[in-house]
């Protein structure tokens, strides 16, 4: 949001975990030629219990996303503990606040390999916290289990994405707009990596399938002037806009899209980073009839689900709404905890052998990992706000999709990298 | 044609919401010479104001009316109590009061913070200001002309004080020449207390139009402090009219240039235009001619 105070403080931190990291590297290029370190900063498997990294935003700007996935997190721990622990080894979280600072969440990754020993971390929600922490996870060693949506392209030996990839969400998205006769488009995004990526990529799609791109502008993050961009929105003829904003930015977005005169009806907006928890603080009453994509809803149905929406309520609040982040960090406790059993050992490499072909009851359905990519086949589904808030699906792939991060079973994305 | 017309308004409009920001600051940066940073934080004190009382009372276009006066107090008293506490003994010294006051802005963010929460809040607005007018094929969004409004009735007031009200001249008369009104028997550091307390005020009034617009959150204030003070120096401190002209046009040209190419590049030719300007006239738009040597 502010430029320039954390411009300011930015430059504070960054210099200090400059000086901090170049000290590691340092440390990592020493015990790196020797052979027997490698296993130094090794996860600490030797008591009744094992630790677990949640690394989630406690603070800041993004901490109203992250701590309800900290809490689905916490969730995940407290049944897998209730049902006798994995390998016979009760769970025991350990919590890190990247504080909305990508520098911070680096730090925080190191202190839980190093310090604590965690066998394995869950969380990070940006993308450029994800970059941030990337190289950390890769140098040690250790596991990430990543719980969002994000823009694909991306695949590290260390990182398990639970959340969406591209052909998961936003493909499916743009099949449903085609479908519908949507085909001109108009994409509004923040200007960062996820939506300047996602963009590429629709652009691509749009050009193979016959869709046309009628706009495309960037706002910065945390931007709340809105005005000129709806009003080039509305001049420009499109059918459906395609929206990439994170943030506070969507609620002055669609403030002023309301005001505007634009509603559901006459120009929907399907949008992939709102999710419950943002309806209710955006106000249904600009969102309603208005799309989103996403592998979950709190309205989807099932046991499993309604188990997960059940506990998550009897925990934080009956007035908490589930979504579908806090859904895939639920699931990737459980998807971890089965990988680790099946190995029969908490060991990376194991663990990491172990994962192809593992399947968990999830709220969203029945996913699968996919040990090649690191991925999980999820089914997209496409839903609409409603008047309470809620999210209800109007139309899903059927079948859960194989992930493909790098499109690369898509003929228009060859240009892509 | 129609175009052009709505993006006219969109200018305005946004000119509107820079000038009720800049209105302040208008009265302590251009008045009194005092760089204040925190001047963002009444912003959000205002808005704050509204979001609580709307918690409060409920019914979202009585909390906004309620607001306004009530914002403009409570910004107000915070902005005396700081020139009481701090800028008062600081007045021969502009910037340790940039610093002071930029400290003093940072914390008033983590008290917000603490109190509401880090994450941004939002208030509803009242049916009538959600919806629009269509003149002519033009759109124009009520909670715009709302603000358009609100910034006009400002300006008039703060004129009619300035010119009419004997605490008018009294201000008018420190801002001119300290030293001859204070041997003419005037309270000087009464009246800037009175002065600094009018113009934190008015950035609780902007407060509470901006939670019209977006999010109201503990940094929501440093988004604008910027914007407010170019406004100022542009217009030319010590002079109303300058700040209402340089509002409005920086807003039509941010819209014109945002509109034809993108957001970013629009702000940063905003900015070269500005620079530009201010080479070819440092002292702004228009200045005060006094006869005192100062």
């Keep these: 949001m502010s430029g320039l ?157 639970v959340g969406a990839t591209t052909n998961q969400q936003i493909v499916p998205g743009l099949d449903y707009l085609k479908k519908q006769g949507l085909t001109r488009l108009y994409l509004v995004g923040s200007d960062y990596v996820f939506p300047r990526t996602a963009n590429k990529e629709i652009r691509a799609y749009a050009k193979a399938n016959g869709m046309e791109v009628v706009g495309e502008d960037y706002a910065p993050l945390g931007s709340t002037e809105f005005s000129t961009i709806v009003n080039k929105v509305k001049g420009a003829g499109a059918d459906a806009v395609f929206n990439t904003l994170n943030g506070d930015s969507n609620v002055a977005f669609f403030k002023e899209y309301k005001s505007a005169g634009l509603t559901a009806k006459s120009l929907p907006v399907l949008s992939v980073s709102i999710a419950e928890e943002e309806v209710k603080s955006i106000g249904t009453q600009y969102l309603e009839g208005q799309l989103t994509a996403w592998n979950y809803y709190q309205t989807t149905p099932g046991a499993a689900n309604a188990a997960f929406v059940k506990a998550y309520q009897a925990a934080y609040g009956k007035d908490k709404p589930t979504s579908d982040p806090m859904e895939a960090a639920y699931t990737s406790v459980h998807l971890w905890a089965a990988m680790a059993e099946k190995a029969g050992s908490f060991d990376v490499d194991d663990v990491k052998a172990a994962a192809d072909g593992i399947t968990f009851d999830a709220p969203e359905g029945k996913v699968t990992v996919d040990g090649a990519t690191q991925h999980v086949h999820k089914t997209a589904r496409i839903g609409k706000v409603g008047a309470n808030g809620l999210i209800t699906e109007v139309w899903n792939s059927g079948a859960p999709i194989k992930p493909d991060p790098y499109l690369k079973g898509y003929d228009w994305a060859s240009g892509l990298s | 044609m129609t175009v052009v017309l709505n993006q006219s308004f969109t200018g305005i409009s946004i000119g509107a919401v820079l000038l009720l920001i800049a209105l302040g600051l208008t009265l302590t940066f251009g008045q009194m010479g005092v760089i204040n940073m925190a001047h963002g934080e009444f912003i959000m004190a205002g808005a704050y104001t509204t979001y609580v009382l709307q918690q409060a009372v409920g019914g979202a276009g009585v909390s906004l009316l309620v607001a306004l006066p009530l914002a403009f107090l409570v910004a107000g008293a915070t902005g005396a109590l700081l020139e009481w506490l701090l800028i008062r003994r600081l007045y021969t010294r502009p910037l340790d009061t940039l610093l002071v006051t930029w400290g003093v802005s940072l914390m008033l963010q983590q008290l917000a913070r603490d109190v509401f929460g880090a994450p941004n809040v939002q208030t509803t607005a009242p049916d009538l200001l959600t919806g629009h007018i269509t003149v002519g094929g033009v759109t124009l969004a009520n909670n715009r002309l709302f603000i358009l409004g609100l910034a006009l ?125 201010l080479q070819w006239r440092p002292q702004g738009l228009y200045t005060l001619r006094t006869r005192s040597l100062a």
């Design chain 1, 5 to 161: 105070s954390i411009s300011r403080r930015g430059l504070l931190t960054g210099l200090s975990v400059l000086g901090t990291s170049a000290a590691l590297g340092a440390c990592g290029a020493k015990t790196g030629s020797d052979t027997s370190a490698a296993s130094g900063a090794k996860a600490d498997t030797s008591g009744d219990t094992v630790k677990v990294g949640l690394l989630n935003s406690l603070s800041g700007t993004m901490a109203i996303s992250e701590v309800t996935v900290h809490n689905a997190l916490l969730l995940a721990v407290k049944e897998i503990n209730a049902a006798g622990g994995v390998l016979g080894k009760k769970l025991k979280p350990v919590s890190q606040d990247g504080a909305s600072d990508w520098p911070t969440f680096a730090e925080k990754a190191q202190t839980l390999i190093t310090e604590d020993k965690v066998v394995a971390t869950f969380g990070c929600w940006t993308s450029a916290s994800r970059k941030a922490v990337k190289p950390v996870f890769e140098r040690n060693k250790s596991l990430l289990f990543y719980p969002v949506q994000y823009e694909g392209l991306e695949q590290s030996p260390y990182i398990f994405y």
């Design chain 2, 153 to 277: 009735l400002c300006v008039l007031a703060l004129t009619l004080i300035l010119r009419l009200t004997p605490l008018g001249r009294r201000i008018r008369a420190v801002v001119q020449n300290r030293d001859l009104a204070e041997v003419s028997g005037i309270a000087t550091g009464r009246v800037d207390r009175t002065t600094f307390f009018i113009g934190s005020g008015l950035a609780g009034v902007a407060g509470v139009a901006l939670t019209l617009v977006g999010p109201i959150g503990p940094t929501m204030g440093t988004n604008y402090i910027v914007d407010a003070f170019l406004v100022v120096v542009v217009g030319g401190i010590a002079q109303l009219k300058g700040a209402v002209i340089t509002a409005f046009a920086l807003g039509v040209l941010q819209s014109v240039l945002e509109y034809s190419t993108t957001v970013s590049v629009a702000k940063v030719v905003v900015l070269v235009a500005i620079v530009v300007f």
